[in-house]
């Protein structure tokens, strides 16, 4: 559990932004603070760690809920927010009426009246019903590009013990995946393990890249298909898929393949966007003249009606 810093602050947000905002600012953070990005900087890998961990809290609408009234503490394991806001509510009338008990009588007070019957008093002697459980590891797994997208199962050596994990589709970078009771022992006969909580990071793909669970891609096409048009074969997360270059296509075309971007469960699937990148032949005396006769045509409109 990292604590300290307040975790708006981390991601430079303020208490009432959304959860759109909280991914954005986390996703930018992420970029900049990427050890991979920084090897010469020593705190870049805990500064992006501090910000994994604000992401994960604030991200998740329990837990922001729980770290807004409670703060850190809120996120404890086997933190019971009924009981502490009892014992919030008995500390203020308390306050408000010194030495009043807890039933407006004489000045006895039961802890029962509290916490519960199944609950201990504040000094040790007793402590919540509840199973031990083992302290939680963190761990980091860099995964190619196309595995974020398609998910899959990976196998892991987490201290000295072979650890299956599968991760879904659409994992980002920074994506937190807790897997329960594979972090540290049991502490004791019929207690649980920890849980381990792995921290994804994503390789750069050389030419897709991803905008939320939109993919994007740049194409190259020939000067003959961007002229008179052609069938092109698009890679996508489900295969190739062939796609029509319109006649007369310049770099600046973008065509929108629906429903073949990123695929998360629960969510409408992404789209992929095709930015067509035409590539000029190789410098020749064929090529020179022939680009100079139809320059010679061109040039005149070409930036015509472009004036400040």
């Known amino acids: 559990m990292m604590a300290g810093k307040d975790l708006y602050s981390v991601l430079g947000l303020s208490r009432d932004a959304d959860s759109d905002a909280i991914r954005k600012a986390f996703r930018k953070l992420a970029k900049e603070l990427h050890p991979d990005r920084n090897p010469n900087n020593p705190k870049a890998e805990a500064s992006f760690k501090q910000a994994s961990h604000a992401y994960d809290v604030l991200g998740d609408p329990k837990k922001r809920k729980l770290y807004d009234e409670f703060g850190e503490d809120g996120l404890r394991d086997g933190f019971d927010p009924e009981q502490h806001r009892r014992h919030r509510e008995w500390a203020q009338r308390q306050q408000r009426h010194p030495g009043q008990g807890s039933r407006g009588g004489g000045g006895h007070f039961n802890i029962e009246d509290l916490f ?111 002229y008179h048009g052609a069938k092109v074969r698009v890679p996508t997360v489900d295969g190739a898929v062939t796609l029509k270059v319109p006649r007369a296509t310049s770099s600046a075309t973008v065509v929108r393949v629906r429903g073949k971007g990123v695929a998360r469960k629960g969510k409408e699937p992404g789209d992929v966007y095709v930015h067509f990148m035409i590539q000029v032949p190789k410098e020749s005396p064929e090529v020179t003249k022939l680009v100079d006769a139809i320059s010679a045509q061109d040039d005149r409109d070409l930036r015509q009606g472009i004036e400040l």
Not at 146 to 157: E, K, M, P
Not at 197 to 204: A, E, F, G, T, Y
């Open 116 to 226: 519960g019957s199944d609950s201990f008093d504040i000094f040790g002697s007793k402590a919540k019903r509840r199973p031990a459980k083992g302290h939680d590891l963190e761990s980091e797994l860099t995964i190619d590009f196309a595995d974020a997208i398609r998910g899959g199962v990976f196998n892991l050596t987490i201290e000295r013990k072979p650890v299956q994990i599968r991760i879904p589709p659409g994992a980002e970078e920074g994506s937190r995946l807790r897997i329960p009771e594979h972090g540290g022992p049991a502490p004791s006969a019929g207690s649980l393990a920890g849980d381990l909580v792995l921290v994804i990071h994503v390789k750069p793909h050389p030419h897709f890249r991803r905008e939320g669970d939109d993919l994007h891609l740049n194409l190259p096409v020939s000067l003959a298909e961007a």
